[in-house]
């Protein structure tokens, strides 16, 4: 007997909504803004002025790709990027009064400096006095209208505010977050979460400090917690073993920093092409804010307008699962697991891989959840359901292809860190579970229970 079979529901109509909760004090995060559009940053580092690209963060391994910052950014602001990420490479900025104050001196106030012929213009004394990589970014903020992330060298109050009324919309805080989280706490309460990041560089899971150049005993979770609880909301993460390397981005760290912390996550380090895009597409709903790109970028073998075409799709699951079953002393039973995250009892099921058939996907899955053999597998017996679930304030189209497979003898050894209880269950015990956590999978149920009893009578 054929029993494949579709539910879907449409105009908007959505009658099963899995949500999660968020413990913060701010409560839900809300994510409307970016619904379906992780951001794609280029990234131009300045060292001595120039842009340049860092192989591990490496001053010795580097590679220069301009010397004139403000028209590469003018270049990516063309290709359709919707911010900018800048880094200053050459170490603390040590902003002073004497900037500040030339930069926010009226024009028409000359200062008549000692041994300099002329009056000097506000201007021009604050090109004088200010590091290089300030006036480059001064430079880009005069070429383009972009959003600017702007991060390096940030030690002081004074270094954000400069950086700040230079032009960045928002700067990234560093080795000072480690080291002074009182200083954190100050910019926050100064500026704002939105204009205040928080970088976590990393290596093998340690925080990495003074540019890249120490590794400390902070864990990069325990590191994301303690930055949530003074107020941070977004972390730019970058795993240094693979930064410049287009080694490929450390998609499962980036998305358990978002989903443990429950802070905003800008991907970091290894974007090696499209790919990279599609995977932290895949993962968005984990908090997964945006991607830095580099030297994928640089060299070409990453398209920005592609990428950017990547992010804003609408976000969509497609998983393969088991609807498992035994015979039992009253009939057939079946194998619920229950689900921490979305808080219901469910069929094991897992993300369905590009290069792998719906079948093959569904039966690794359960192995690997469960433990447990499969005895045969009902491939002439499948569901398609078809819904939106909302996770995170993120709306995602999700498909999940069921299939019926019996299961050998043995005891249930849960793998995934969501799954906290397994119970067999008569038809109408997982009906009655099901019809009260997750009631869309009950047409699985009842084709596996509709095919298993016409077997029977055949």
């Known amino acids: 007997m054929k029993c ?17 909760r968020d413990n913060s004090a701010e ?9 379906g559009r992780m ?9 001595h002025g120039r842009c340049v690209r860092l192989r591990q963060g490496n001053p010795d391994a580097e590679t220069v790709f301009g010397d004139d910052p403000a ?17 200053n490479l050459d170490g603390a900025l040590g902003a002073t009064r004497a900037q500040i104050n030339a930069l926010h001196r009226p024009s028409t106030i000359l200062i008549q ?16 006095q200010l590091p290089i990589n300030l006036v480059r970014l001064r430079e880009i903020r005069q070429a383009v209208s972009l959003p600017i992330q702007f991060g390096g060298g940030l030690r002081t109050l004074d270094d954000i505010r400069l950086a700040l009324e230079l032009g960045a919309d928002r700067v990234v805080l560093g080795t000072v977050a480690v080291e002074n989280p009182r200083l954190v706490a100050e910019a926050l309460k100064r500026w704002g979460a939105q204009r205040i990041v928080v970088g976590i560089d990393a290596r093998d899971g340690k925080v990495a400090t003074h540019g890249w150049q120490s590794l400390s005993d902070v864990d990069v979770v325990e590191l994301g917690h303690q930055m949530h609880a ?28 978002g989903d443990v912390t429950g802070l905003r996550v800008i991907a970091s380090g290894g974007v090696a092409g499209l790919e990279d895009i599609e995977r932290l597409k895949a993962y968005e709903h984990y908090n997964i804010d945006g991607v830095i790109v580099g030297q994928a970028l640089y060299t070409g073998r990453l398209d920005l307008a592609q990428a950017i075409e990547v992010s804003r799709r609408p976000l969509a699951c497609h998983s393969a699962g088991i609807v498992p079953y035994r015979q039992g002393l009253q009939g057939p039973e079946f194998l619920l697991l229950f689900n921490l995250f979305f808080e219901q009892w469910q069929f094991p099921r897992g993300r369905l891989d590009k290069e792998e058939g719906g079948p093959a996907c569904a039966g690794r899955k359960f192995v690997q959840e ?15 359901l078809q819904y939106t679930a909302s996770i995170r304030d993120y709306a995602i189209e999700r498909k999940v292809t069921y299939y019926l497979a019996e299961v050998g003898p043995g005891d249930v050894r849960l793998s995934h860190e969501n799954h906290c209880e397994a119970r067999w269950l008569t038809a109408d015990e997982a009906w009655e579970l099901l019809a009260e956590t997750a009631p869309e999978q009950l047409s699985a149920l009842d084709a596996a229970i509709q095919f298993l009893q016409q077997h029977e009578r055949s």
């Open 4 to 20: 494949a079979g579709s539910i879907g529901y449409q105009d908007g109509y959505r009658p099963f909504v899995l949500t999660r």
């Open 27 to 35: 409560g839900l995060v809300s994510h409307e803004e970016n619904n």
């Open 39 to 47: 951001i794609i940053y280029p990234a131009i580092d300045l060292r």
């Open 71 to 87: 028209q590469m950014a003018r270049h990516w602001a063309a290709q359709g990027a919707e911010w900018l990420h800048v880094v």
């Open 113 to 128: 400096h000692p041994g300099r012929p002329e009056p000097e213009a506000p201007d021009a004394e604050l090109d004088r």
């Open 230 to 257: 003074l107020g941070v909301r977004t972390v730019v993460y970058t795993d240094i073993s693979r930064d410049g390397m287009l080694s490929g981005v450390n998609v499962k760290a980036t998305a358990r920093l």
């Open 370 to 384: 469960t433990g447990l053999p499969i005895v045969r597998l009902h491939e002439d017996c499948q569901v398609e």
